[in-house]
């Protein structure tokens, strides 16, 4: 045993390691919060009129230093959406439904949590809107997100077809896209004005709607998702 192991010292190696660990945890936390101050500006002044300049301001930073995790500001704006759709795909949707009553009970959640992130919906709006120029930096994200959105909602409506839960014939590309929308559109109602427009209870009729009008049975939501309004 080593002199410094029985005398209860760390040897130069492990003292190297901690401090490394170390470092990597003070990067770690300053980059979640470069990520969580860019959701905020890209929410309030949209891509093209936030800074990088303020965003290390608020972070308590060079804007150099910022640079050292990020190497641009449409590096940033990538990074911050991927980073949000990670943790609403583990979150939400690391699993196949096994029925379209399911994947609309999971899908209303979804606009659950979303009530509670102002800042992260507002972003989404904004960038969405300023997306639409084939040149914004986002545009390719927004496209590939909504293809994306359908094809996953596809998926779980096919087999229900299949399997005899909705009505043979129900076009399902276009309800993947109908329900995109309609989520969409009461976010953007919800964040003008948070406190009055009830986007949950509205996402959570329409779901229920639109489900007893596609299953061969009627059925609507489950009775613990559906909202006291609905039942």
Same mark, same amino acid.
């Given at each position: 045993m080593a002199q410094n192991e029985r005398s209860g010292e760390r040897s130069p190696e492990r003292k190297a390691a901690s401090a490394g660990r170390g470092t990597y945890a003070v990067g770690d936390e300053r980059r979640s919060?470069?990520?969580?101050? *860019?959701?905020?500006?890209? *929410?309030?002044?949209?891509?093209?009129?936030?800074?990088?300049?303020?965003i290390a301001k608020d972070v308590g930073i060079t804007q150099g230093g910022l640079l050292h995790h990020f190497r641009s500001k449409e590096d940033l704006l990538v990074q911050v959406l991927a980073r949000a759709d990670e943790n609403d795909k583990e979150k939400f949707f690391s699993h196949e439904f096994v029925s379209a009553v399911e994947c609309y009970a999971c899908l209303v959640r979804l606009a659950e949590y979303n009530s509670t992130r102002l800042g992260r919906t507002r972003m989404f709006n904004v960038l969405a809107a300023e997306a639409g120029d084939p040149g914004h930096p986002a545009h390719a994200y927004f496209t590939r997100r909504y293809t994306d959105i359908v094809e996953h909602m596809s998926d779980p409506l096919r087999q229900a077809v299949e399997s005899g839960e909705l009505k043979p014939g129900t076009d399902i590309v276009a309800v993947s896209q109908e329900t995109a929308a309609v989520m969409d559109g009461l976010q953007v109602q919800w964040v003008l004005d948070p406190k009055g427009f009830d986007m949950v209870g509205r996402f959570r009729a329409y779901a229920d709607r639109l489900l007893r009008s596609i299953t061969v049975d009627g059925r609507g939501l489950p009775a613990d998702v559906r909202g006291p309004a609905d039942v």
């Open positions: 919060r470069i990520l969580d101050t *860019a959701v905020e500006h890209f *929410a309030q002044w949209g891509f093209h009129a936030s800074s990088l300049a303020r």
